[in-house]
C-alpha cells in the first residue's frame, strides 16, 4: 500500500515569498505530525492533528507558519514571508491510531530560501 | 540540555564490525522509537519500545527504563547501513503526541 508522500519534494522560495507543504498520509490514518529538521539537527516537533482537529501546534516557530487538515486526510503546512531560517526539512508523518505511537514519515520537502 | 541525548554524534566502523549507539533521556516516557534516515531524507522507522528488547535481522534495541537509557546494536555491519540513526522519545506528560528527537548518530560503514 501506498505509505505516506508529500510534496514537493524540494522547494526553492525567495525571501519574502508564501510556500505550501503538501502532506497526504497513509488512508485510515487519523493522526499527523509536522516536523521541521535544520541541516545536521534532529526533527523537531512543530504541530499535530487528529483528524481535523489541530490539537497541538506548540511546536510553530512563529506566526508566519499555518497548517491546516480541512478533511482529516491530506494536510498543508504554510509558510507566510518566507526567511533564510526557515530553510530545513519539513518531515510529515502519520499513525493510525490517536498519539505518537508506531509513526510512518514521509520523505519530507526540502525548503531552500535564498 | 536536549532532553534526548544520543552519543556517538558521528561513527565509523570497518564492515563486520558491531555497532553501539547510544540514546539517554531525561523525561519520562511511554515508548522510544529508533530511526533510520537515508541521504535525501527520508525516515524509516526501525524500532518502537517501552521495555526489554527486541531483535530485527542484524539489528537490536534494548531499552532500560529506570536508567532512561536505550541502546541500538548493528551486528555484522555493512556499507548499506550507513544512514543517520535517530532516537526518539514519546514523553508520557503533556500532548501524547510529540515525538522528542536525539540530535541523530551518523555512521559510515566502510568496506
Known amino acids: 500500500g501506498a505509505g505516506v508522500s508529500q510534496s514537493p519534494r524540494y522547494k526553492v522560495a525567495k525571501r519574502g515569498q508564501d510556500v505550501a507543504l503538501r502532506c497526504d498520509p497513509i488512508?485510515?490514518?487519523?493522526?499527523l505530525f509536522w516536523y521541521q529538521q535544520a541541516l545536521g539537527q534532529g526533527p523537531e516537533f512543530l504541530t499535530y492533528?487528529?483528524?481535523?482537529?489541530?490539537?497541538?501546534k506548540s511546536g510553530l516557530p512563529s506566526d508566519r507558519f499555518f497548517a491546516e487538515r480541512p478533511e482529516g486526510s491530506v494536510s498543508t503546512l504554510k509558510i507566510q514571508r518566507t526567511q533564510q531560517e526557515d530553510s530545513a526539512v519539513y518531515l510529515c508523518a502519520s499513525s493510525l491510531g490517536v498519539g505518537a505511537l508506531e509513526q510512518y514519515f514521509g520523505p519530507g520537502t526540502r525548503l531552500t530560501v535564498t | 540540555k536536549n532532553e534526548v541525548e544520543q552519543s556517538p554524534q558521528n561513527l565509523t566502523a570497518q564492515e563486520g564490525e558491531f555497532i553501539t549507539i547510544n540514546c539517554s533521556y531525561s523525561v519520562g516516557i511511554s515508548a522510544l522509537h529508533w530511526l533510520q534516515q537515508h541521504p535525501g531524507g527520508g525516515i524509516v522507522s526501525l524500532f518502537m519500545?517501552?521495555?526489554g528488547k527486541k531483535k530485527h535481522g542484524r539489528l537490536i534495541a534494548t531499552i532500560n527504563i529506570q536508567e532512561k537509557h536505550s541502546s541500538l546494536h548493528i551486528t555484522a555491519s555493512h556499507p548499506r547501513d550507513s544512514a543517520v540513526y535517530i532516537c526518539?522519545?514519546?514523553?508520557?506528560?503533556?500532548?501524547?503526541?510529540?515525538?522528542?528527537f536525539g540530535t541523530g548518530t551518523r555512521l559510515q560503514v566502510t568496506l
Open positions: 519500545l517501552s521495555s
Open positions: 526518539a522519545a514519546v514523553p508520557n506528560t503533556g500532548t501524547a503526541s510529540k515525538l522528542t
Open positions: 492533528f487528529q483528524n481535523e482537529a489541530q490539537l497541538d
Open positions: 488512508s485510515g490514518h487519523v493522526s
